[in-house]
Structures are given as structure tokens and as C-alpha cells.
């Protein structure tokens, strides 16, 4: 069964204005403070669609010297995610 509800919430975070970074990994990310959500896109890679990221998480993101190496040693695999294009295409619920 399609979660129609989370497929309406993955493109309303993807219309809001991605922030651009200067990082050799990350291209630019879209974080959603009323979902917990983090969307990073990436240089060379498939974007990633991160969810129950807590808010003091991002702000430390924000504030490191290196977003890459932070996203490396404090984001990824450390919180749960899929790629967006699968999400979009499939409308693939959390669970």
C-alpha cells in the first residue's frame, strides 16, 4: 500500500529553497524543522532524504567547519534514510 501522506510531505520539503554549500561532497541540502528532515544533495551521488534528525543535530551541522566531515562522522549512519529518487518514484512509506 502507497503512504500517500508521506509521498505529499517528501515534495513539499523538496519545494522549499535548498540552501547551496561549498563542500567537494555536498552540493546542497533542504532542512524541514517541523518533520525533522534533512535532504542532502550531493556533487556525484543520489540526494539521501534523512528523517528523525533532531533539530540541535542540524544546528551543529550548520555551524561545522566541514559539512562533509560532519555528515560523515555525525549524520550518516547514524540516522535513518533513503534515497530520494526512490522515495519519489515508489512512494515508499518509513516503516
Same mark, same amino acid.
Given at each position: 500500500? %502507497? &503512504?500517500q501522506k508521506f509521498n505529499i510531505n517528501i515534495q513539499s520539503i523538496l519545494n522549499k529553497n535548498a540552501t547551496k554549500l561549498n563542500s567537494s561532497?555536498?552540493?546542497?541540502y533542504i532542512y524541514d524543522e517541523e518533520t525533522s528532515s534533512l535532504i542532502v544533495?550531493?556533487?556525484?551521488? &543520489? &540526494?539521501? *532524504?534523512? *528523517?528523525n534528525l533532531p533539530h540541535s543535530v542540524?544546528?551543529?551541522?550548520? %555551524?561545522?567547519?566541514s559539512k562533509g566531515t560532519f555528515f560523515?562522522?555525525? %549524520?550518516k549512519g547514524s540516522y535513518p534514510w533513503k534515497k530520494v529518487k526512490d522515495i519519489?518514484?515508489?512512494?515508499q512509506p518509513l516503516s
Open positions: 500500500m %502507497i &503512504d561532497l555536498l552540493s546542497e544533495k550531493f556533487n556525484n551521488s &543520489d &540526494d539521501m *532524504y534523512f *528523517y542540524f544546528k551543529s551541522f550548520l %555551524i561545522a567547519e560523515h562522522k555525525k %549524520i519519489v518514484q515508489n512512494a
